[in-house]
């Protein structure tokens, strides 16, 4: 048994230079992983995916059924970029994620900890067994799961702070990466904004939608009182979505059927603070958006720091670069900008992305970066 796991593990071929790819949404690098693994440059299964991020990325579309998450390529059209990672992981073709993190974010307790990922028995709903406030709070926890993989999830803080020659080599030591590997790595690790502060902010709105999504965590841990609270959060998620997708589609409440609760009166009095405001704008209020910037508020809100040229800087230098000198070289790379949707600062992405290659380049024996993002939207 052992021999047949090994053989799966280890890539029948190899690039002959590292392939770098560049990408805009975030999601769109699991393509490249998968042509790797189509290619038999990364095995079927027992990749791990080194992630350097300001985000996790580790939800799951709370709609997304396993089977779906399974099928391959047709997988790709289904994502986000908060959610591409875990479906690959239920696929079998990751079973370690290191989640190495900035210093402002803080979605996920730092240390390991083994999560399984599986359907729901009578959903088929794509789902984790981890207790952690981060998927409890999107309703993605079920202690019964089927058709079940298991992965590492590590997290660390990497900041210039290891930059001492011993400090860094133990941090690398105490990751411990081998082969196969993919080196994912998004700009806004270096630089992060937040794209829902700026929302109709003359009216406060990233505040005003803390206290609508706003979830709390269950008082212990007992699987039983998790599941408990986890269908009660179900509910409030789906009734906000119910209200937010009729204000999408009639810009107002009035005539709304379903049951009026206290959510729906909250929601009520936010939107009509919205629509004075939107109409003071010239705008018509886009309330998807609206409801995507509540759903970040559930645990505080998404991390933001705009980091100076300085500190960008010593990221690269005094972080990045020593790390991935004492790692072993990774299959591919990839590399998300991140900033169309604001979470990379747009002044700051391309110095950021030109040190970022300009690193690897140095680094590795690899090809000229492949800019895809620079293609993706015009091709026929």
Known sequence: MSEILTKKNVPSKRFDKIPIYVVEEHNDALQFIYSAIGGKKLPVEGTTLLHLDAHPDMLIDRKLKGEEARSGRKLLPLLQIENWIVPAVSAGHINRVLWLRPPWAKQITDGSRVINV??????????????????LSDALYSSRLINAKEFELTVEELTPKTKNAEGIVNFAKRLNISEPYVLDIDLDYFSTGNPFLSLYENIGLYDRLQPIFDFVLPDNDDAATVEKVVELRERQIQELENLFQYLEENNSLDGYKYEKTQLYYMVSELAAKVLVEAEKLNQTPDWWAVYAGGCTRDQGGLP??????????????????????????????????????????????????????????KLY???????????VNTLS
Do not use: W
Not at 326 to 353: K, M, W
Not at 365 to 375: F, G, I, V
């Open 304 to 361: 933001y720091h705009i980091s100076s040229d300085l500190e960008i800087e010593e990221m690269v230098v005094e972080a990045l670069t020593p790390l991935l000198q004492n790692l072993p070289p990774p299959i591919l790379v990839t590399v998300a900008r991140s900033t169309e949707d604001g979470y990379c600062p747009p002044h700051q992405v391309e110095f950021i992305q030109s040190r970022v290659l300009e690193t690897l380049k």
């Open 118 to 135: 599986g359907d729901q028995p009578d959903t088929g709903l794509l789902r984790v067994d981890c207790k952690e406030p981060y998927f």
């Open 365 to 375: 024996n690899a090809d000229e970066p492949a800019l895809h993002y620079l293609t």
